[in-house]
């Protein structure tokens, strides 16, 4: 829990917080900028927010840049940390003395916070603490959407903090997670339709295929038995050395294409050397009279030579080519002689055999289609199914956190009122929520909802603390305000409140805010030691 925060800029000294209910008390004249508001921006300062460094500049300017140095106590053992108006964004780790001793950043501060009070893994200790930090004049004041942290956040959003508040979001998450994951299969297989790699059909086509591949199995089935009927051994025909062997005569019949071609276009582009160009040199010279003629018979020369050498190596690259297509085209002898030994067959046989592989390959590829089409909607109904229950869990999950928050306000309502007044009540919804109390929905009414809306949140989670400025609680009437302060007494957790006008409350009420008061304020003694407004 929060300990003690000391400053060496507080003119008033806190006293240490405790358990339960700590007060920030003002005069009874309800003198303004006395720093009621501005303690309760530090409490939340320590525990990782920035609003007080954004929405009291003012404060911080005429102050003048500062440490607040603050304690945390758990398990009895006291840890001190510093953190500056000038450099927010790191935490100094400290001794007793407030000496420092590391430095840390906000992010890894905010980590051991979460750890100390055991905040479930997928909640922000910002975002849940914040959250329930209301004080003037931070935007999370709104009576009509008390869960938002900020007006401008959707009611998803602030729908989505509350369940991970109560830890009810973790069954959700994972089914979001599935719908991710299928999602991405989905889009994989659409990519790969939409290049050809696998098969695209329609419905239509799917159940003409069904069809076709019925008729075309008995087809393959005909065929087979005329096969057999021929004494073909269908085995033998299908054996592991068949289907090497008329791979490897695909292969050398490739080949054979392939050094065909090369030698066409060797002789369709050789260039003849039979015929040399003969230079007119006589020409050249009555042109140009003082050019070296000798020096232009040597580049002849040389190219002649160039072109006897590109022939010979043509000449030799060509019979390279016919030697390999000899080999080649003796190689596939080979593999013909021996495929005709292994089938012996005739050619009514040779024919039965051709037209069975032909229907098998396509009665493949109409399986292909299918069976694309198929994981298709396999994937469509895993998607649907999983959306589904991820719904149903989402309304469980809505129902369940509802539902039992609505128990606890109606518990807090009644001690309050004895059950004289309406209790309010939440309605959650995946993207909207609603919290009022029917017609009962006065302006006190609506802060003292709000007020309970938090510490129910408070009792049923591992929400630290909660912080309520007086602009909410001197809207409420006296009569509740003096039960609401038996419930914040009450409470195990910390509870920072601030407030003035003290003794126009019950003598209940009284009693309650003195016995647990850290800091009384004043016009006189105004929070901070200097000459200001605040």
Do not use: W
Request: proline share 2%.
């Amino acid at each position: 829990m929060l300990h003690k925060i000391t400053c060496d800029k507080f003119k008033v000294k806190p006293f240490e917080f405790k358990e339960g209910l700590n007060c920030v008390l003002g005069d009874d004249i309800g003198s303004n900028s006395i720093g009621k508001s501005t303690f309760l921006m530090i409490i939340d300062f320590v525990f990782g927010g920035n609003d007080y460094i954004t929405l009291d500049k003012e404060i911080i300017s005429i102050v003048g840049p500062h440490y607040i140095n603050f304690e945390f106590k758990f398990s009895e053992k006291i840890f001190y940390f510093k953190r500056s108006t000038e450099n927010p964004n790191i935490v100094e780790i400290c001794d007793n003395n407030y000496q420092t001793i590391e430095k840390q950043s906000l992010d890894e501060y905010l980590v051991f916070l979460k750890n100390m009070y055991n905040i479930a893994n997928d909640v922000s200790v910002r975002n849940s603490i914040g959250r329930y930090s209301r004080i003037f004049p931070k935007d999370n004041l709104d009576l009509n959407k008390p869960l938002n942290i900020v007006k401008k956040e959707s009611d998803k959003s602030a729908v989505l903090a509350l369940l991970k508040l109560f830890n009810s979001y973790n069954k959700i998450a994972n089914l979001l997670l599935e719908l991710k994951n299928i999602e991405e299969k989905r889009k994989s297989l659409k990519k790969a339709q939409k290049y050809s790699f696998i098969p695209n059909i329609t419905e239509k086509k799917y159940n003409i295929n069904i069809k076709m591949i019925q008729n075309i199995q008995n087809e393959i089935n005909e065929v087979r038995e005329t096969i057999i009927q021929q004494s073909v051994n269908i085995e033998t025909l299908m054996s592991s050395e068949m289907l090497f062997l008329r791979k490897k005569k695909n292969y050398y019949m490739s080949n054979i294409n392939y050094i065909k071609s090369k030698i066409d276009n060797i002789i369709q582009n050789n260039i003849s050397t039979n015929k040399t160009n003969l230079v007119e040199y006589d020409k050249i010279l009555k042109f140009f009279p003082t050019i070296n003629i000798e020096e232009i018979k040597k580049i002849d020369n040389f190219h002649f030579e160039i072109s006897k050498i590109i022939k010979s190596e043509i000449k030799l690259y060509k019979e390279e080519l016919l030697n390999e297509l000899e080999y080649n085209q003796n190689c596939l002898l080979k593999i013909n002689n021996r495929i005709a030994t292994i089938t012996n067959a005739n050619q009514d046989t040779q024919y039965a055999l051709e037209r069975f592989t032909s229907l098998s390959q396509k009665l493949d590829n109409i399986k292909k289609e299918n069976e694309s089409y198929e994981n298709f909607k396999s994937i469509e109904k895993e998607f649907n199914e999983t959306h589904k229950k991820f719904i149903e869990e989402q309304l469980k999950q809505l129902i369940d956190v509802q539902d039992t928050i609505n128990t606890s306000l109606n518990s807090l309502n009644n001690y309050i009122y004895n059950g004289a007044r309406v209790t309010p009540k939440l309605e959650l919804e995946e993207k909207r929520y609603n919290y009022n109390s029917l017609n009962d929905n006065g302006t006190g009414i609506k802060y003292k909802n709000l007020v309970i809306l938090d510490m129910a949140i408070l009792n049923l989670t591992t929400l630290p603390c909660v912080i309520h400025d007086s602009v909410l609680l001197k809207q409420i009437e006296d009569t509740a305000m003096e039960k609401i302060t038996e419930i914040y007494d009450k409470s195990n957790k910390q509870i920072f409140i601030a407030l003035d006008k003290v003794h126009t409350y019950t003598k209940s009420t009284q009693k309650i805010l003195f016995e647990n008061v850290i800091l009384n304020l004043s016009k006189e003694n105004k929070l901070f030691n200097v000459s200001t407004n605040i």
